[in-house]
């Protein structure tokens, strides 16, 4: 069992840039990847990163270039580094474990509001 906590969140000036932890505790051997996704009042959560667990990234193309996704193996957490934020990406930011089998875990999320 694992148990994903995001932290980090705040309010961001537009131009400006943030980073997010998602610190694991626990240990579960079926994760194979960990993924961001970005919840917007009123919508779903939306995929914008992946890291798999050997170290490759994907990105949404709309954060391509902006967003950088990374882990501390030895500190058991991932991170989210947003840089040149825009209003549309205010949401709260979810980290999630992706699993071979069973159940994906999630984070509780972390709000950030970009504005001026």
């Known amino acids: 069992q694992v148990r994903l906590v995001e932290s980090g969140g705040g309010l961001v000036q537009p131009g400006g840039s943030l980073r997010l932890p998602c610190a694991a505790f626990g240990a579960d051997s079926s994760i194979n990847a960990m993924r961001w996704y970005p919840q917007a009042p009123g919508n779903q959560r939306e995929w914008v990163a992946t890291?798999?667990?050997?170290?490759?990234?994907n990105y949404a193309d709309a954060v391509k270039g902006r967003f950088t996704i990374s882990r501390d193996n030895a500190k058991n957490t991932l991170y989210l580094q947003m840089k040149s934020m825009k209003p549309e990406d205010t949401a709260v930011y979810y980290c999630?474990?992706?699993?071979?089998?069973?159940?994906?875990?999630w984070g509780q999320g972390t709000q950030v509001t970009v504005s001026s």
């Open positions: 999630k474990g992706v699993r071979n089998g069973g159940r994906d875990y």
């Open positions: 890291i798999s667990s050997g170290g490759s990234t």
